[in-house]
C-alpha cells in the first residue's frame, strides 16, 4: 500500500511564504519523481513543479517561477515546496504527485488528497 500525503497548506496574506511538505510511504522500491500540482475553483488542473530524484527541477508553470522553489530529501521520500511573495492567484488546492517504481518493476504515479492554499488580499 502506497501513500503520498501532503501537510502545510492554510491561510496566507498577499506577498508571504508558505511551505508544502509531500512524503510518499509504503512498499514501493524509489521514487523516480515528485511534483506539485494546483486547481482552483472552477480552473484545470495545472501543473506547477517536478524534481527527479537526481535533483532536475521543472518549473512550467511561467506565473510562479522565481518565486517557487522544490527541493527534495531522498532519504525520506519527500519534497517540499517554498511558496514565496504569495499572491490571490495562488489559491488553489495543491496536489502533490510521485512517480514510483513498484516492486517487480513497474511505474506508478500516486497523487495526495491535496492541500488548500488560501491567499488573502
Known amino acids: 500500500q502506497v501513500q503520498v500525503v501532503e501537510s502545510g497548506g492554510g491561510l496566507v496574506q498577499s506577498g508571504g511564504p508558505l511551505r508544502l511538505s509531500c512524503a510518499a510511504t509504503?512498499?514501493?522500491?524509489?521514487?523516480?519523481?515528485m511534483g506539485w500540482f494546483r486547481q482552483a475553483p472552477g480552473k484545470e488542473r495545472e501543473w506547477v513543479a517536478t524534481i527527479t530524484k537526481g535533483g532536475v527541477t521543472n518549473y512550467p508553470l511561467d506565473s510562479v517561477k522565481g518565486r517557487f522553489k522544490v527541493n527534495n530529501n531522498n532519504s525520506e521520500n519527500t519534497v517540499y515546496q517554498e511558496m514565496s511573495n504569495l499572491k490571490p492567484d495562488d489559491t488553489a488546492v495543491y496536489y502533490c504527485s510521485a512517480e514510483l517504481v513498484l516492486v517487480g518493476g513497474a511505474t506508478y504515479e500516486y497523487w495526495g488528497q491535496g492541500t488548500q492554499v488560501t491567499v488573502s488580499e
Open positions: 509504503g512498499s514501493f522500491v524509489s521514487v523516480l519523481s
